[in-house]
């Protein structure tokens, strides 16, 4: 069951740049074209996102990757839902 929870996309966003990723990865884009979608070349697992526009200081990284001992004292915001970037917490 372990790999099982890496299949699952938990992308939440964060500030910041993301190092290059350690294998290549595949971008897929959605219609819109503002997100760009990564996913690893070796197991297809989604890895994390981006903004097409360079400029927008934001990403997400699928926290599904990450051992569950590291996450246990992650902190979880919660954005308003107004598209304000501005949180309830």
């Known amino acids: 069951m372990p790999m099982l929870r890496r299949f699952v996309s938990?992308?939440?966003?964060?500030?910041?740049?993301c190092a290059a990723p350690d294998p290549p990865t595949n971008v897929y884009v959605w219609n819109g074209r503002t997100t760009e979608?990564?996913?690893?070349?070796?197991?297809?697992?989604v890895s994390h996102w981006s903004p097409m526009d360079r400029d927008r200081d934001r990403m997400g990284v699928n926290a599904c990757l990450m051992d569950p001992e590291?996450?246990?004292?992650?902190?979880?915001?919660?954005?308003?839902?107004?598209n304000t970037d501005e949180y309830i917490d």
């Open 10 to 17: 938990l992308l939440p966003a964060a500030s910041g740049a």
């Open 37 to 45: 979608f990564h996913r690893c070349q070796n197991c297809g697992c």
């Open 70 to 82: 590291i996450l246990a004292g992650a902190r979880v915001r919660h954005p308003d839902g107004a």
